[in-house]
């Protein structure tokens, strides 16, 4: 099968990391895969990211080619008029009209290049304008479609219910994304909402390795510095620790965004320069081989919902950790819990700094739990998030459409 996927910036550009994964997956299906990002910076940050380089069409979000493709377009091609007034029609807010419009020139010259290069399918990640992009494309050649929902982009509802309308299925990541699409959106497109987890790959040799009694427990925290992920609270928690007479923890913050600096202050007002470290963001491979190696003891990840609604899908970067043996203490926000449930992990309220140093602490201290989180930890793993498992079922269900 010839396949399209349509990404934010994936595999360029430093985020993304498990779309990359999932990518790289689908190659080694077999499946023909052709990825093109909306509007791809040009950097390559993963290792991994270069060998699907000569998969991807480069192309910048607006050119003069692209302009020229789009003018052709409306002067050829009806469907591209009802297009634009769906969009003008369909989309809730000016902002979103906005959005649209702005993806519309490159979805309409991609377009050309997927019928000449025969994709039998397009794959959109995110519901938003990068599924707009994949619904234009098939508007305008009858390929069909389909679009992964992870959290934001499902309340953000661009278009949703004319994208569910036309594709072939939605996929959600987790339950709980699913019940909010129904909540948005109704029961009238349920049959086409399929739940297939982000998965990770499952290492080869994955057993945890114990470091040694008297080096620092190592916590760290793999994250986007967005409010969301909930920091404020995890260098509280590591503060608390240390008025306790806790000192033989370090606390790594991986990571970058637009809280930084505030995060920078908050650990030198608070005093922890000795304890928590702010680490910037380091290659995917390069984490990985730290769990590999044992250089981490726990993963925490301190999510919240914010004012907004803005809360989490279920985080890779649990996911990951928990793979490679290592304990995870998280919070009961988004799809975490259904991550965590069964003991494969620690839950505690969320903005909740006492709760989370009582969860790390017990860790600490607690070896016995530790092995059974470990345990409980890769059984789930094994059993729902496993990368090549759902990227099958994934690939499977665009055959059969």
Known sequence: MKLAYITAHTPYGRGETFILEEMLAVVETGTDLLIVPRNPPKEVFHAKAKNLLDRTLWLPLFNWKILASFLVTLF?????????????????????????????????HIARIFKRLKVEHIHAHWGSTTATMAWIVSELTNIPFSVTLHRWDIAENNMLKTKAEKALFFRFISEDGLREALNLLGESYKDKFKIIHIGVRIPKDNKHINKEPSKLFTIACSANLVLKKGHKYL??????????????????????????????????????????????RIPHDDLLKMYEQGEVDAVVLPSVVTEDGEKEGIPVALMEAMAYGIPVISTTTGGIPELLRGGAGLLVPPASSEALAEAILKLMQDEALKESLIYNAKERINQEFNLQLNVEKLVNFMKEG
């Open 76 to 108: 050829t091609c009806l469907r591209v008029w009802n297009v634009i007034w769906k969009i003008f029609k369909e989309s809730r807010s000016f902002s979103i009209i906005l959005k649209n419009l702005a993806v519309l020139p490159k979805a309409t």
């Open 235 to 280: 260098i509280e928690a590591c503060s608390l620790l240390v008025k306790r007479g806790v000192s033989n923890f370090q606390c790594l913050i991986i990571g970058d965004g637009p809280l930084e600096n505030a995060i920078r202050e908050q650990i030198e007002r608070e005093g922890l320069n000795d304890y928590v470290k702010l680490m910037g």
